[in-house]
């Protein structure tokens, strides 16, 4: 798949879609996003294909929302984002519906995350049905102090319990692999050096069950957290995120950052070192509440 930020390889019955921007610390801008959907059509459209790995190039899983080319305003979404409803429509679709795509997919997914998993990043890999964590990622999502909240869906109170995610949230903590698979988030923590390895060898095994059963099962189980009232929470989680970010507190921030020039969105996008800070990279979700 010729495409600059996403790459798609199979073999066998699995699929893996990489995310390719190793530089950037796997940061998603739009055309990241785009490219990320086109592959998981790809592997939806291929009957081959049992089970989806979705994996990152480097260093890092995703350090979140790339938004130097909205911030720019390259990006085609730019010009809409300058009304909050225009802002509201371009979340919408290509960081909320996207996302719950990949949740509903129809066949069964295995995140395979490394080093930092920040903000849209975590979101990310959340979607996915399993997580195989090597053993230096650590999660994290610091928008909370930089006026956003959170980002597009919550996913943290599904994941960690109400109490544990108000605490990650508002003390912006950032977890250990163990750490996540301790409270249930991850399923497996691997060496850094096997992680390729690990992720496959699961999704060899998830491969054995036949996909209407697959298909099935896991409709199931997110029927059950529907039940209990996941998306309905990620919608009005969604909308309190539009409020937020269109208030004077996180406009005014948007608009110091677009006074600090380019230099300074840069610096918040950087890949973090190998000891990245507590507060992981996610600091390129923020202009404002994205």
């Known amino acids: ?4 930020r996403i790459t798609y390889d199979t073999s066998g019955m699995v699929a893996t879609i990489t995310l390719a921007r190793p530089a950037q610390a796997n940061a998603l801008d739009s055309a990241a996003i785009e490219q990320l959907d086109a592959a998981f059509d790809r592997a939806e459209a291929d009957d081959t294909v049992r089970v989806v790995v979705l994996a990152a190039e480097g260093r890092h899983f995703s350090a979140g929302h790339d938004l130097k080319e909205l911030f720019e305003g390259t990006d085609p979404w730019a010009a809409m984002r300058d009304t909050p ?29 490394q080093g930092v998993c920040s903000a849209a990043g975590m979101m990310l890999a959340c979607m996915c049905d399993l997580i195989v964590a090597a053993d230096d990622a650590q999660f994290s999502n610091p928008v909370l102090r930089m006026s956003g909240a959170g980002v597009e869906l919550l996913v943290e109170p599904w994941e960690l319990g109400p109490r544990r995610a108000k605490e990650f949230l508002l003390c912006a903590r950032t977890l250990t ?10 399923n497996r923590v691997v060496a850094r050096a096997d992680l390729a390895v690990e992720a496959r060898a699961m999704a060899d095994e998830v491969a054995l069950v036949p996909p209407v059963t697959a298909r099935a099962v896991k409709q199931s189980i997110n029927a059950m957290v529907d039940g209990m009232g996941q998306r309905e929470s990620w919608r009005h989680h969604f909308m309190v995120h539009q409020f937020v970010s269109n208030t004077e507190t996180a406009l005014g921030l948007a608009r110091e950052r ?14 973090p070192p190998p000891d990245a800070p507590s ?12």
Do not use: L
């Open 1 to 4: 798949m010729s495409i600059e």
């Open 85 to 113: 409803e225009g802002k509201w429509h371009h979340e919408q679709v290509m960081y909320f519906d996207k996302c719950v795509r990949i949740r509903d997919f129809p066949k069964p997914t295995i995140a395979a995350v």
């Open 177 to 186: 692999a163990d750490e996540a698979e301790r409270i249930g988030m991850v």
């Open 258 to 271: 677009a006074a600090g020039g380019m230099d300074h969105v840069k610096r918040e996008q950087a890949a």
């Open 279 to 290: 507060d992981g990279a996610g600091a390129a979700d923020a202009d404002g509440g994205s």
